[in-house]
């Protein structure tokens, strides 16, 4: 059997692959071209192509191909504008490639044109409950003045129920204030960003100490960059002393930012002929 062509993402033409990283399985990259578009490619083994659902499920063998795949979209989307595949896009021939790229070449062209302007970045933002709670008041008038009352409170009954009160208040706006916090800081963001997109939250995973209030990517373009930073370094000015954590990453390819444009060509896991 014939070698499979690998596809990692797609370029422009023009791209060049001096300096490459090696592909899955130490391979050399090449570029199947199209128009103005090419496919970033390697080859691998016929193999590839024999029970993909178990070697999806199978870590030993996909954590290196993952990581492969991953070092050659960061190197891709450092020097230029990618369009991100999955992982195991797989192909049966260069012509199967190009018949791909000219059925879609409209489309992959604008998306290339259209994450030119920019890089993608993450912002995740976290609550940590006991540090925010002890915060409330500089956030809710009304959290104030339960707090108010309940220092004044002139006898043990009076403290305690209003201590009640002041549990109860509390819990409802910490609730309140994580989400008016969360759409402050993706508001504020989106406004100095090329596109923006919330992610679901992720569970908790004791990795990070908080509960997740915003999950979010952003494609920020080259000449705002540093005041797309100084809004992120506002933030943490802001609220990372009062019970909020902020996570900033990338830049990323800019997976978020081009599904549309890969989705209708390229499928995971399977071999196009």
Known sequence: MSDLLYVYAVVP???????APPGVDGASLTLVGEGDVAALASHVDASYAEGLD????NVAWLGPRATAHDAVLTWASDRGPVV???LLSLFRSDEAVRRTLRERSVDLAAVLE?????REYGVRVFRVDAELRDALAG????????????????????AYLLGRKLDAARKDELQRVSRDIAALAFDRLAARSVAAVEESLPTPSGEHAGVAILNASFLVAHETLDDF???VTQLVRDYGERGVRIEFTGPWPPYHFTR????????HAQ???
């Open 114 to 118: 259209y994450v030119a302007q920019g």
């Open 84 to 86: 991100p595949l999955p």
């Open 260 to 267: 549309s444009g890969a989705s209708g060509a390229f499928r």
């Open 54 to 57: 178990d070697r999806l499920a």
């Open 13 to 19: 033409r023009t791209a060049h692959l001096g300096g």
């Open 139 to 158: 956030f809710s008038p009304a959290i104030a003045q339960v707090e108010s009352e309940v220092a004044a409170a002139t006898s043990p009954g009076q």
């Open 229 to 231: 930073r100084a809004v």
């Open 271 to 273: 071999v196009t002929s």
